[in-house]
């Protein structure tokens, strides 16, 4: 991949962001992977139900989250539950991705 410098802000707080390929700011990343992420591990695999309209709302940004501080792929899938439907979202986690260092 080649290396860019590209300025955006970041389109939740406006702060400016100057990561290549990145369009949030390290704070709202972190703020998102907090919210998916073990807290106690979070190295570890993801995987975290959604409500389908508030998953709507910030698919984007989790997704970009969970591949920036995990190096991983986030895949999500609709399922039905007692609940009603969900949005699974799933990571292989840093430990098992490329990044992982055990
Ligand atoms: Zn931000």
Same mark, same amino acid.
Do not use: Q
């Given at each position: ?18 990561? *290549?390929?990145? +369009? ?5 990343? !972190?703020?998102?992977?907090?919210? /998916?992420?073990? %807290? ?22 989790? *997704?970009?989250? +969970? ?5 991983? !792929?986030?895949?999500?899938?609709? /399922?039905?539950? %007692? ?20």
């Amino acid at each position: 991949m080649k290396k860019t410098t590209n300025k955006t802000n970041c389109p939740l707080c406006g702060k400016t962001v100057e990561m *290549a390929g990145i +369009i949030h700011c390290h704070d709202c990343l !972190k703020k998102c992977f907090d919210i /998916v992420a073990d %807290p106690k591990d979070w190295k570890a695999p993801i995987c975290v139900m959604f409500e389908p309209s508030a998953w709507a709302k910030t698919s984007g940004i989790i *997704a970009d989250a +969970i591949e920036f501080f995990t190096a991983t !792929k986030a895949s999500c899938s609709m /399922v039905e539950t %007692p609940y009603g439907y969900r949005v699974v979202v799933e990571a292989d986690g840093y430990r098992n991705g490329p990044a992982g260092d055990f």
